[in-house]
């Protein structure tokens, strides 16, 4: 409980953790993307754990059990203070060197923000992928025919396309969950307005990761430049290319190459607080 407000999250917590990952999902699915139904190799879940993170994957604000307190849910500032409250529960204390956000599509919204949050000095780094700031043809249109409750086909395709880069499991439905209300503003106001201004509030190192087969967005050189140029606070911004990969890299065939990549990156992240705190 937060706040008065139920929140869940699928986690695992290791004995002396070196860092704590916070996975925050994309629209439409639960924290069960994080957790591949079926494919316990293709797990980010059980990947960090391996190399000695607590990993807490959340039911972002409006999913899960807070699905029913969604109207009280449309300040971005509220959605972060449920989360970190929600992290902070599980964490209790026993945390490692900090936290570091990884969030996929919608959820680079609630995970950016964490990220630039200027009351927290426990973020360590941040992993964004399946978002930007241009959309590829055709997408608004698509977008603009989706409701909580149900997707076109269009925008289907868009996501899970080619279905020969994901498991059979994963296509069948068996992540899918009603959206948030408050998400459609999300979506109207992230690639020109939001993405910029919480990007410019991010003083953590960013991997920036972009799937070969993106359909959503666009991931052109100058695109991926453009995105790159937002994080003016950063140390560093690395863009992290997968080649072989659909739009929901943490569920597709090439998820193991991704997880490693993403938890090199955390390992780094972390490294970089042990040196700094080494007498």
């Known amino acids: 409980m937060v706040d008065g407000i139920p929140m869940s999250a699928l986690t695992i917590q290791v004995p002396e953790p070196r860092a704590v990952i916070v996975a925050v999902h994309g629209g439409g699915v639960t924290a069960r993307y994080f957790d591949c139904p079926g494919h316990p190799r293709l797990s980010l879940m059980r990947a960090a754990a391996s190399r000695a993170f607590t990993v807490i994957a959340l039911d972002r604000p409006g999913y899960g059990a807070s699905a029913l307190y969604q109207d009280e849910m449309t300040d971005p500032s509220r959605r972060t203070e449920l989360a970190f409250g929600a992290v902070d529960a599980i964490v ?27 009351t927290r000095d426990d973020v360590l780094g ?4 399946g978002t930007g700031t241009r959309f590829a043809a055709g997408v608004r ?17 868009l996501l899970w396309q080619p279905t020969g880069l994901y498991p059979a499991e994963v296509l069948s439905g068996q992540l899918s969950a009603p959206g948030a209300a408050y998400e459609a503003d999300v979506t109207t106001h992230w690639a020109d307005r939001d993405f910029p201004a919480a990007a410019a509030l991010v003083t953590v190192p960013v991997q920036f990761s972009v799937a070969e087969y993106e359909r959503v967005w666009e991931a052109t050189p100058e695109a991926l430049a453009d995105i790159a140029a937002l ?13 072989g990969s659909g739009h929901n890299l943490s569920v597709g065939s090439t998820a193991v190459e991704y997880h490693r990549r993403v938890l090199s990156f955390a390992d780094h992240c972390t490294r970089n607080v042990d040196e700094m705190e080494a007498p």
Do not use: K, Y
């Open 141 to 157: 249109a698509a977008i603009s025919q989706a409701t909580t409750a149900s997707r076109p086909a269009g925008l289907r395709d």
């Open 92 to 118: 209790a204390g026993d945390g490692g060197a900090g936290l570091f956000v990884m969030a996929h599509s919608s959820g680079c919204e609630l995970g950016l923000r964490m990220a630039g949050n200027h």
């Open 231 to 243: 994080f003016t606070g950063s140390p560093s911004v690395t863009v992290n290319e997968m080649g």
């Open 126 to 129: 941040v992993e964004l992928a």
